[in-house]
């Protein structure tokens, strides 16, 4: 479910990060001269070709890092037989790991250690006592 979550919400972000490249000035692009001599109707489906495909990419990378988490949670959770703040932080860790891996030991040491810090932080922020409590 967070997978498709994920693609879902990152399908919007990376529409919308696409959208925001065609409000800079033209003149800042160097692909600008090109984009210009087209007429109208092939620059739009230019840029929402663009912008299809930017998102498509967007929605593959947070599918991949939710179905990867929550994943990886759910398992340590099982394994542990606990629902506390450690199983977010060692999810968190092995998820950074395995995406920044391809980039070599030292990349995948710093992207487990940032994801699990940012996993940790969400995590306490979630589970703090509301003020009705």
């Known amino acids: 479910m967070s997978g498709v979550m994920g693609f879902a919400l990152g399908g919007a972000f990376g529409l919308f990060m ?10 800042t692009n160097p692909n600008a001269q090109s984009i210009i001599s087209l007429p109208l109707r092939q620059q739009l489906k230019q840029g929402f070709k663009d912008m299809g495909s930017r998102s498509y990419s967007s929605a ?3 599918g991949k890092v939710g179905a990867i988490f929550a994943g990886t949670e759910c398992c ?6 606990k629902n506390d703040l450690a199983n977010g932080v060692m999810a968190g860790c092995i998820t950074g790991g395995v995406l920044a891996a391809p980039a070599g030991p030292q990349a995948a040491l710093v992207g487990c250690a940032g994801f699990a810090a940012f996993s940790a932080a969400i995590d306490s922020y979630m589970r703090r006592p509301s003020e009705s409590d």
């Open 18 to 27: 696409a959208s925001m490249q065609y409000d800079t000035p033209l003149a």
């Open 76 to 81: 340590i959770e099982g394994f542990r037989a």
């Open 60 to 62: 593959k990378n947070f």
